[in-house]
């Protein structure tokens, strides 16, 4: 008798046909991913966190923010906090006092940076006080499709990221580091550029960052690239893509499938005094992707836009 591929109707409720989408993210059909003989061990998953509203601030956290916590937004109500980098860039920490962090900085041990992290909160939120996660495991056996942090976070949650000057919340108030964790800790110290998160409507995920020569506007963008460079592209033909005067594009980097303009800033400013330039900036990036659903790029549009294009690199 000839093998036959099940229908729709004779699969479980719930289940994954072979050539629907695989739930892990991946992009492939289940067949040639996560429903192939011993799973998917190496898919690449090239925007992690899509479909969070939080995707912005984890992909700043994971690549540029010094010293940052946020309170992840767990379905299950549990408390778990988001670290961007935690001592020895551990993957979880369960402090000595009982509290659980999770760091983005980290070593990842697979191609989906979502499992990964999923992974560490599940281990964190059984871990004992002091314990830590170096990194993330291999999957167990028996994971069909593994969790993934969109199966564990509210989805329309934004973070509420808190940035430090310094990481001495690395450990409980009135304990002293020591060993590996006070060399750790002084070596971060030390590395940290001074950072600060905007808080205009409509600049959500920008930080301003001083590396030192000059200051620097990150704006995480969710909008998909071709769309987002375009409307980029709109502005720069009309001489409006500048913050004020005192900035200049400076270009843009892919990280986690999202693309992250730059903007090149007065040093002599206050981070705060760029709230406001951000947030007309973003009204006017706002209008520009509006008005390309009905107007395509112009000539002098397109050759602005391959002028911006070249001015990318990206993240890995």
């Not at 109707?9 to 994954?16: I, L, N």
């Not at 291999?138 to 808190?162: F, I, K, S």
Request: glycine content about 8%.
């Amino acid at each position: 008798m000839s093998k036959r591929t099940a229908t729709p109707s004779q699969r479980a409720e719930g289940a994954v046909g072979p050539r629907q989408p695989c739930p892990c993210g991946s992009g492939k059909r289940y067949k040639a991913c996560h429903g192939k003989a011993g799973g998917a061990t190496d898919v690449i998953v090239t925007r992690p966190f899509e479909g969070l509203a939080a995707e912005g601030d984890l992909v700043a956290l994971r690549e540029f923010v010094p010293s940052a916590t946020a309170k992840l937004p767990l379905r299950s109500g549990e408390e778990v906090t988001v670290a961007s980098v935690l001592p020895m860039a551990a993957a979880a920490v369960r402090r000595t006092d009982g509290r659980a962090f999770i760091g983005l900085q980290v070593q990842t041990r697979s191609g989906d940076l979502s499992r990964d992290v999923a992974r560490a909160i599940e281990w964190v939120l059984q871990a004992e006080p002091g314990q830590s996660l170096p990194v993330v495991g291999p999957e167990p056996a028996q994971a069909e499709v593994p969790t993934r942090l969109q199966d564990l976070l509210d989805p329309a949650a934004e973070l509420d990221v808190q940035l430090h000057e310094d990481f001495s919340w690395w450990l409980p108030e009135g304990t002293e580091a020591t060993g590996e964790v006070a060399l750790s800790l002084e070596r971060a110290n030390a590395a940290i550029m001074p950072t600060e998160r905007l808080t205009a409507e409509g600049a959500r995920s920008a930080y301003w960052v001083d590396p030192g020569e000059k200051a620097h506007l990150r704006w995480v963008r969710p909008e998909p690239e071709e769309q987002l460079l375009a409307a980029l592209a709109r502005l720069s033909a009309r001489g409006e893509l500048a913050l004020d005067e005192d900035s200049r594009f400076a270009g843009s980097f892919r990280a986690h499938g999202v693309l992250v303009p730059v903007w090149d800033l007065d040093r002599d400013k206050h981070p705060r005094e760029w709230n406001e330039p951000a947030a007309a900036l973003g009204r006017r990036l706002a209008e520009a992707l509006e008005s390309l659903a009905d107007t395509p790029l112009d000539a002098t549009e397109r050759r602005s836009r391959d002028g911006l294009r070249g001015r990318q690199v990206t993240l890995r």
